[in-house]
């Protein structure tokens, strides 16, 4: 089965902090996502990569960057959190062509 | 661009049939997923259509049709634990880029 894991669930962070979100997989895909969802807006693409060290911008990109050194870790970086950042993130994974593997999810709040 | 239009909401009765629309406008389209999603929990996948017509799996099935922009999800012999958002993803493009609907949030009755 393929493990997608966040390193944290639950995550309290204050304005103008960096946060880290990391993201580990364990069935050498190449490509990982990282998504927000909030209600009545979904699932929101935020960057994506399709091998290491390289990415692409998503739909909402604007105040996060991402960075993939390793093949199975994609790390989200909020450079200077920000209220309207408060959301649950979720990771995925998936190889050519197939389905996406998502994780657990982190809910951050930004105070 | 990218838009993918599903209902918001929807009421089905135990033991019935329920189909939930998609309609998409992707460019570069190469398939499409359909993911069920708890409250509180990440998606989990559902269905893959890449070519026209039905796929069946169990009690779920799904449709797509290319020309029309248009895929469904089909649950039979509905059941309380069905009660869930129902999630419509197109991915497109070389890189393999996934959009996502905002989903179909789906409650059984009984």
């Known amino acids: 089965d393929v493990k997608v894991t966040q390193s944290s669930r639950y995550l309290v962070k204050r304005t103008g902090e960096k946060v880290f979100l990391e993201c580990v997989q364990d069935?050498?895909?190449?490509?990982m996502f990282w998504y927000r969802q909030d209600p009545g807006l979904g699932l929101r693409l935020i960057y994506f990569?399709?091998?290491?060290?390289?990415?692409e911008k998503g739909d909402i990109p604007e105040g996060y960057s991402v960075s993939r050194e390793k093949k199975e870790r994609f790390s989200l970086i909020l450079e200077s959190a920000s209220t309207n950042q408060t959301s649950m993130y979720l990771c995925?994974?998936?190889?050519?062509?197939?389905?996406?593997?998502f994780g657990n999810g982190t809910r951050l709040t930004v105070t | 661009g990218q838009n993918i239009d599903q209902p918001t909401e929807m009421t089905a009765t135990e033991g019935a049939i329920v189909q939930i629309n998609c309609t998409y406008q992707?460019?570069?389209?190469?398939?499409l997923f359909w993911y069920q999603q708890h409250a509180g929990e990440a998606p989990t996948f559902l269905s893959y259509?890449?070519?026209?017509g039905l796929e069946e799996k169990g009690r779920f099935s799904s449709f797509l049709s290319r020309s029309k922009g248009y895929s469904y999800l089909l649950l039979k012999e509905l059941q309380m634990k069905d009660s869930a958002s129902y999630l419509c993803?197109?991915?497109?493009?070389?890189?393999?880029?996934?959009?996502f609907g905002t989903g179909t949030k789906l409650q059984v009755i009984p």
């Open positions: 995925a994974s998936s190889s050519d062509n197939s389905p996406l593997h």
């Open positions: 069935m050498d895909h190449e490509n």
């Open positions: 990569s399709y091998d290491v060290k390289m990415k």
């Open positions: 992707t460019s570069g389209f190469n398939g």
């Open positions: 259509n890449v070519l026209d």
């Open positions: 993803a197109a991915f497109s493009g070389g890189y393999q880029k996934v959009t």
